[in-house]
């Protein structure tokens, strides 16, 4: 049984506009009983929290306020989300030397703080600033995880329900994998309909293979269409952390799109990517690896390497930057 059955405490660290959507899901989910607002800019945390204490007048009661990493000690769990923001016309990838840097700044007051909980990453490059959460950490690999393909999963059950008529995206299991980024993939071989294999169904009801790659394409770059049109993404991916979140708090023991650490699954190593795996409160509790097809694995291998070799680019410049 989770220590989190008793005291659901939750720290954010970003209230930009990821982080405020975040703060507000998780308010009117009534998810957690204590949440703290840490950001470089002070009032801006103290007025979220006053606004967001108002939202909870209609449904949960909650203790939401201004936080400082000292809050950090007794939470159960750390949500990441400061960073630069990614601009019209950057990938995910472009990020990196600028968040590696932000980010070496927030880990360690959070684990010199005498945090002990579970971290959980959603600033861009995902994949990469989980792995460097781990390493500035020292947390075991369970404890740290990264919000991943969630987001891209939900956009591809979305586009899947419409394209089937079934209206419910929660009907399609199918996954988003790989980096949460340009070299991203729909598993489309593993996927299912109320148990049978979707591209059955699809030859059956005459779709078409460039349909399908439409859809994957259309996923991997909807972030693109989004900040192009409002400057920013943060709707879809504050959900994501609120279920992820929620199953934390909770223990759920629930199979989730994250971004989790590498050991042999999918013949990747010592590299966070984007899986499915079982979320509870300890953390990431074990990886689901899916079943790919060759072409789907080439596309596995391809992006890890994509993130391998970012990531250590990324760390060597941040060393020689010290």
């Known amino acids: 049984m989770s220590k989190t059955q008793n005291h659901q405490k939750v720290i954010l660290v970003g209230d930009g506009a990821v982080g405020s959507s975040y703060a507000y899901a998780m308010a009117l989910q009534g998810i957690g009983e204590s949440f703290g607002i840490v950001d470089v800019v002070k009032e801006r945390t103290e007025g979220d929290a006053l606004d967001l204490i108002d939202a909870t007048g209609f449904n ?3 203790n939401i306020y201004a936080a400082d990493y000292s809050d950090c000690a007794d939470a159960d769990l750390v949500v990441i989300t400061a960073g630069a923001p990614q601009k019209p016309g950057e990938t995910r990838l472009d990020l990196v030397n ?3 840097r932000i980010l070496s700044t927030i880990v360690k007051p959070v684990v010199d703080s005498g945090f002990d909980g579970i971290f959980l990453v959603a600033a861009n490059p995902v994949d990469i600033l989980t792995y460097a959460t781990w390493k500035f950490s020292g947390f075991p690999k369970h404890k740290v995880i990264g919000s991943g393909p969630s987001l891209d999963t939900a956009r591809l ?3 899947l329900a419409d394209l089937t008529g079934i209206k419910d995206p929660k009907s399609m299991h199918a996954y988003i994998l790989g980096e949460h980024g340009d070299s991203e993939f729909a598993a489309y071989s ?6 049978r294999p979707f591209l059955a169904w ?3 009801h005459g779709v078409t293979k460039e349909q399908l790659d439409k859809i994957e394409d259309d996923v991997r770059h ?5 900040i192009n049109r409002k400057g920013a993404t943060f709707y879809g991916v504050a959900a994501a952390l609120a279920r992820i979140s929620k199953a934390i708090l909770r223990d759920e023991n629930t199979v989730l799109p994250v971004s ?3 050991e042999g699954q ?3 190593n010592d590299i966070y990517i984007g899986t499915p795996g079982v979320v509870n409160g300890e953390g990431l509790k074990e990886i689901i690896e899916v079943p790919l097809n060759e072409e789907e694995q080439a596309k596995m291998t391809k992006s890890g390497e994509t993130l391998k070799k970012v990531l250590n680019d990324g760390l060597k410049a941040l060393e020689e930057d010290k």
């Open 60 to 62: 949960q009661p909650k």
């Open 98 to 100: 600028k968040n590696l």
């Open 157 to 159: 059950r979305v586009a």
């Open 190 to 195: 593993a996927a299912t309909i109320g148990g």
């Open 202 to 204: 699809a030859e059956e």
């Open 222 to 226: 909807k972030a693109y269409e989004i």
């Open 260 to 262: 989790a650490y590498m």
């Open 266 to 268: 999918y013949g990747l």
